[in-house]
């Protein structure tokens, strides 16, 4: 709205993929699961990415990937949005598989996705982990 009556475009919502990495192996999957030529980018070149995007108007992210919640600074993340980037709102887009792991960090989000894609059957016909087990459970 604000930028049809200004005519000031800006990404207000962006969703920021932080991670190809992936605990699981779904075959419709955009990202390059696990893909060790890409790199994911380092601490400090999502701050910079997030202040970049801040400074254009952004107020809103989703953090998602592959999985986020494989990054093992997905805490320090967060905790930067937070303290630097005022009225900012944070998303994470997860498959759930590490929530009970991270709820330190799920706690401080303002928003969280979780995919599940209809009942146990068919979520597991296309969601299985590296040892080819369904993820619905």
Known sequence: MYGRLTGKVFPWYVNYAITNKCNLRCPYCYI???????????????????????????????????EPLFRKDLKEIVTFIRENL?????????????????????????????????????????RFNEKGEGSYD
Do not use: F, W
């Not at 108007?57 to 953090?63: A, E, Q, S």
């Open 86 to 126: 005022k009225n900012m709102l944070i998303a994470v887009s997860t498959n759930g598989v590490l929530i009970d792991r991270h709820l330190d960090v799920i706690r401080k989000v303002n928003k969280l996705t979780v995919s599940v894609e209809g009942d146990r059957k068919s979520h597991d016909c296309d």
């Open 32 to 66: 390059e699961i696990n893909n060790e030529t890409k790199k994911d980018p380092t601490l400090e070149e999502v701050k910079i990415v997030l202040q970049g995007l801040y400074k254009l108007g952004t107020r809103y992210v989703c953090l998602l990937g592959g």
